[in-house]
């Protein structure tokens, strides 16, 4: 691994802690996911799922089932770009789950080039989309080291 590929490893894996930090702010139950946005060295954006503003910060029902107007947490940070004016051309996404095919949907039209998660959900139709839109997509052990990341890439 040459010097630059290590120094991008060691950002990369420090935004993914930051983005699971950021997850604990979610009021989900069942899962907490958090995200940064970054563009040239700059995070532009961060979001974690729960409810739309202005809405009860519960996640579940009765029964533990998400509610189906939660916000994921790849929607929320895209939505806090489009408020705010920037643009996330060219970005790279930290996000704590891979995203679902409609997270996915909405990475590739927000412009962003590049996707590192730190844990596989159960449905991979959101990789495979972000792949097939020549997106750059990285799974990252957070645990593992840096000679044993760079051998499963």
């Known amino acids: 691994m040459n010097q630059q590929d290590l120094k991008q490893l060691q950002i990369d894996k420090r935004y993914i802690r930051m983005a699971g930090i950021w997850a604990e702010n979610?009021?989900?139950?069942?899962?907490k996911v958090g995200v940064l946005i970054?563009?040239?060295?700059?995070i532009i954006s961060d979001g974690y799922n729960g409810t739309p503003s202005g809405f009860e910060n519960i996640c579940e029902d009765e029964h533990n089932?998400?509610?189906?107007?939660?916000?994921?947490?790849?929607?929320?940070?895209?939505?806090k770009i489009a408020r705010s004016g920037n643009s996330s051309e060219g970005a790279?996404?930290?996000?704590t789950a891979s995203p679902c095919i409609e997270c996915a949907k909405l990475?590739?039209?927000?412009?962003?080039?590049?996707?590192?998660?730190s844990e596989k959900?159960?449905?991979?139709?959101?990789?495979?989309l972000l792949k097939r839109a020549g997106i750059e997509v990285?799974?990252?052990?957070?645990?593992?080291?840096d000679e044993e990341t760079e051998t499963k890439k």
């Open 121 to 128: 959900y159960r449905l991979e139709d959101g990789l495979e």
């Open 107 to 117: 990475i590739i039209q927000a412009g962003i080039r590049r996707v590192v998660y």
């Open 138 to 145: 990285q799974f990252l052990d957070i645990n593992a080291s």
């Open 38 to 42: 970054v563009k040239n060295q700059m």
């Open 65 to 79: 089932v998400t509610k189906p107007y939660v916000l994921h947490a790849e929607a929320n940070a895209i939505t």
């Open 92 to 95: 790279t996404m930290y996000v």
């Open 26 to 31: 979610s009021y989900c139950q069942r899962r």
